[in-house]
């Protein structure tokens, strides 16, 4: 399984950027996705999560009404849309996927199986 994040950079608070990640080597449809983010000495954080069919999502406090998760299950891939971005977003962030066929979606990183190997989102003020 591979899962391969791209679209991170250097962003202007208030901003946008739009993450994309690529799934490969899994029946994508059948995993629920979420994106986590880890900032410099701090723990991974979620973000938000979608399930398999789309949905259904589920967003963090701190990113609801700013970023919108999506998945298309033709290509296999979910892509985060980061609006009205903030410095305290700088972090690098990651896709994963969560359990086949699980119908709950979960903010609990260690409960997820596969894992991209993030990208970097700096914001600048």
């Known amino acids: 399984v591979q899962l391969q994040a791209s679209g991170g950079g250097l962003a202007q608070a208030g901003g946008s950027l739009r993450l994309s990640c690529a799934a490969s080597?899994?029946?994508?449809?059948?995993?629920?996705m979420g994106w986590f983010r880890q900032a410099p000495g701090k723990g991974r954080e979620f973000v938000a999560a979608?399930?398999?069919?789309?949905?259904?999502?589920f967003y963090a406090d701190a990113v609801k009404g700013r970023f919108t998760i999506s998945r298309d299950n033709i290509k296999n891939s979910v892509d985060l849309q980061m609006n009205s971005l903030k410095p305290e977003g700088t972090a690098v962030y990651y896709c994963?996927?969560?359990?086949?066929?699980?119908?709950?979606?979960?903010?609990?990183?260690?409960?997820?199986?596969?894992w991209g190997q993030g990208t970097l989102v700096t914001v600048s003020s």
């Open positions: 979608i399930s398999g069919s789309g949905g259904t999502t």
């Open positions: 994963a996927a969560d359990k086949e066929n699980s119908k709950v979606l979960t903010t609990t990183a260690h409960l997820y199986t596969y």
């Open positions: 080597g899994l029946t994508f449809s059948r995993y629920p």
